[in-house]
């Protein structure tokens, strides 16, 4: 299959109002890298989540997106300015508790970020992200529904068709339950479960495929010791939608029984590991710390190979954990590729950070300073 190519949308400013610590900001952001310092508590990590709300309409942090309201207003903005060869974008999201987003690209309104070409790709690593990694199957399934979506996006709408087909399937299974309808309907649900079950674990399966050996390779670059590997775990081996149809109807019994259907890609797994053990239950926090970042940056070059589009990269407080020849090696790895912003308590943690490619964003008490190139 052709890959997918499109144009790389460079993020140039970043305006917020109300969001999190500031009453409001304006920063720009350079091609390359941009560096933002300050001390702990600042106000650098309130920056990053910006951007990533104005880039996906959601919040990287919190699920109760309340909390990204400053403390005393009412409603918070954030706009984003770029540019592709296509000339400038512009996107914003405006968010009041209570009300619906008001989402903007192009000065067109969208219900979906995630729908609209002109939208910068984004990939964010933050301390607190170990979820990821150490959470529950469903929060990988989700992620890497994500990187299929953005290495094939015409492929997003089979993980949607998946969830809705088996939202019915579940529903009909509660009505036979309730004796409100028999078990006649369900091969029907079962076939159209099966299809695009079928196509959703393919597309998982062959997404991970092509982050295995970078994934290895960065996790040793990056210090984590042993043979790390990344494995995709389907639910179900069943090589067409009739053998997995089949699976389904010899579960039907125990699917009646719970009320909901047990089998399926709605049970697949990413699994991370170290000498063939799973990071999950047998890695330590800064060994799952250390995979999370070879796992983004694997997705990152992945993207920037197969559909010209890599990324922006946001990377909070990363480098202090890392000693200096592994600092130089992830440094090295993210210049090959796009646009990143790396945030740090010390400039002398970031390798190039005084060169004049880099640009430099002191940030202190809700306010930015833009510095000059050295």
Known sequence: ????????????????????????????????????????????????????????????????????????????RVEVDGHDPDGPHALSVGFQPGEAKRMRVDGAPVERMADAPARPLVSVFLPDR????????????????????????????????????????NALLQRIRAGRANRASLPAWDAELARHGVALRDDRARAVELLRERFATLAGELGLAGTAGARFRPRTRAATPEAFAAELAERV??????????????????????????????????????????????????????????????????MSELDPDRRERLAERIARHGQSVVTTTDLAHVPGASSGDVTRVAVGEGTVLQEAAA
């Not at 109002?17 to 390359?32: I, K, L, M, Q, T």
């Not at 800064?286 to 796992?295: S, Y």
């Open 253 to 318: 019994d125990g699917d009646l029984e719970r009320g909901f259907t047990g089998h399926g890609p709605h049970r697949d797994d990413l699994v991370l590991e170290r000498d063939g053990r799973d990071l999950r239950a047998y890695g330590s926090q800064g060994e799952q710390r250390l995979a999370l970042l070879a796992l983004l940056i694997a997705e990152r070059e992945a993207l920037a190979e197969a559909r010209g589009r890599p990324p922006l990269l946001l990377l909070d407080d990363v």
């Open 130 to 169: 170990l979820e990821l990694v150490k959470g529950a199957p469903a929060l990988r399934r989700a992620h890497v529904d994500q990187v299929v979506a953005a290495l094939w996006p015409a492929r997003a709408d089979t993980r949607r068709a998946y969830s809705a087909a088996l939202a019915q399937r």
């Open 1 to 76: 299959m052709v890959p997918e190519r499109g144009f790389v949308v460079i993020v140039t400013r970043l305006r917020l109002r109300d969001f999190r610590s500031y009453a409001a900001a304006d920063v720009a952001f350079g091609e390359g890298l941009t560096v933002l310092h300050g001390r702990n508590g600042a106000g650098k990590t309130n920056l990053l989540e910006a951007l990533y709300f104005g880039c996906t309409g959601r919040s990287c942090r919190t699920s109760n997106e309340r909390e990204v309201v400053r403390f005393g207003a009412t409603a918070a």
